[in-house]
């Protein structure tokens, strides 16, 4: 009989403990992997949105924890163009809104974008046309949010309590942007009561051929936290690399914040119970493991045996909290309050991080008690009752 053959078998003539334990590791692996699948999901999403337009510097308002709560005087885009090493700069007015979709008010990201800016340029339009210079209360949508909101050119949607008329419906390689509105910057601004503010800017350096361009980038991040106003103050601009401005983010750190504390609970917990379970299984076998030993087992051997059902039953667990977790992650995306905010892929080094953390809770679950069974001696377990 293979090792791994008696291993199940052991676990198959307690059916329900095993069951438990294994739906106790699935409970924490599933919470783990859908926290930290949603929290890499934005990160990945705010990267690639910055990635496919090659930005290189992101500026928000200094000592401002995220851009949504950022307020820059637009004046200041002026004076960053002008610098001989900047190629494009991409003003927005970004704000997370409440849409009315189908009587649910829907959490929806409203970006006010410069008609006619570099920001458009990777914008595929499936309908309708783009935004031009002269346009008042139009916007456009990203494909999903036309599905979702059933509309499409011709119709018209409330925005801030105003009406948008709907110009054209756009594709991007990008989640979050196919669940936005676009909306041109000054009618935004107007609806707002925002008139020359914006969230934040970001920025494309000039890249010649034989230039050091972490060196321009550098240079260019200093020369506009560096600005100052006309009365001579400063300007209060926090410039940063796009992959720094992601990594320092306050709704990204937030969020993998609560994905670690709530792992940290769950691996506690999912260890508790394999301990338990694995201790009580020791005890009740003391005869069983005592004749393994009388019979020419090894203690390595029934330590292997202990540990290796504490794992097995972990990869249970991590299987079927792994697939928990796409569950999981594919219902919340139909909920109305996050719909659009929450991805259905989840990473696969998130899934990796699963399997590691099931492992590790059916090692540690699994060494005290074989440590137990190794201890008792052969002539002892014989006599237990």
């Not at 340029?121 to 949010?145: F, N, P, Q, T």
């Not at 390689?173 to 936005?180: D, I, S």
């Not at 394999?274 to 076998?285: A, C, G, H, K, Q």
């Amino acid at each position: 009989m293979y090792f791994t053959t008696f291993l199940l078998k052991n676990l198959l003539r307690r059916k329900v403990r095993s069951l438990l334990t294994a739906f106790g590791v699935a409970v924490a692996v599933g919470t783990t992997v859908a926290l930290l699948g949603i929290s890499k999901g934005f990160e990945n999403s705010t990267l690639q949105s910055f990635e496919m337009r090659g930005v290189d510097i992101v500026v928000i308002e200094k000592d401002v924890l995220d851009q949504l709560n950022s307020n820059i005087d637009q004046k200041y885009v002026e004076v960053v163009e002008k610098m001989p090493e900047v190629a494009k700069v991409g003003p927005a007015l970004v704000n997370l809104e409440a849409i009315d979709i189908h009587g649910n008010l829907t959490p929806v990201f409203v970006e006010g974008w410069e008609p006619g800016g570099y920001l458009f340029e990777h914008l595929e339009i499936k309908s309708g046309r783009r935004l031009v210079k002269d346009d008042g209360r139009v916007c456009l949508l990203g494909e999903a949010m036309a599905q979702k909101t059933e509309k499409k050119t011709g119709d018209t949607i409330e925005i801030t309590g105003e009406p948008f008329e709907v110009v054209g419906v756009f594709e991007s390689g990008n989640f979050h942007e196919n669940n936005a509105i676009l909306v041109p910057l000054a009618a935004y601004q107007e609806v707002q009561v925002r008139p020359g503010s914006i969230t934040g800017f970001s920025v494309v350096v000039n890249k010649p051929s034989g230039t050091d361009i972490d060196h321009v980038i550098k240079t260019v991040i200093n020369k506009i936290n560096n600005l100052k106003g006309e009365d001579g103050r400063s300007a209060r601009l926090s410039a940063r690399t796009f992959a720094d401005y992601a990594a320092q983010a306050m709704h990204l750190k937030m969020a993998e914040a609560m994905a670690l504390m709530t792992s940290t609970i769950a691996v506690i917990v999912g260890t508790i119970g394999m301990l338990n379970t694995m201790i009580m299984s020791v005890m009740e076998r003391v005869r069983e493991i005592a004749t393994l030993r009388a019979i020419g087992w090894r203690k390595s051997r029934v330590m292997r045996m202990i540990v290796g059902e504490s794992l097995m039953l972990s990869l249970v667990g991590a299987v079927l909290g792994v697939a928990g977790a796409f569950a999981i992650t594919g219902l919340l995306t139909t909920l109305p309050q996050v719909s659009g905010l929450v991805q259905a892929e989840i990473a696969d080094s998130v899934i990796l991080i699963g399997f590691l953390m099931a492992f590790l809770v059916g090692l540690i679950g699994g060494v005290y008690p074989a440590w137990r069974a190794t201890r008792m001696q052969p002539s002892e377990g014989l006599r237990h009752e």
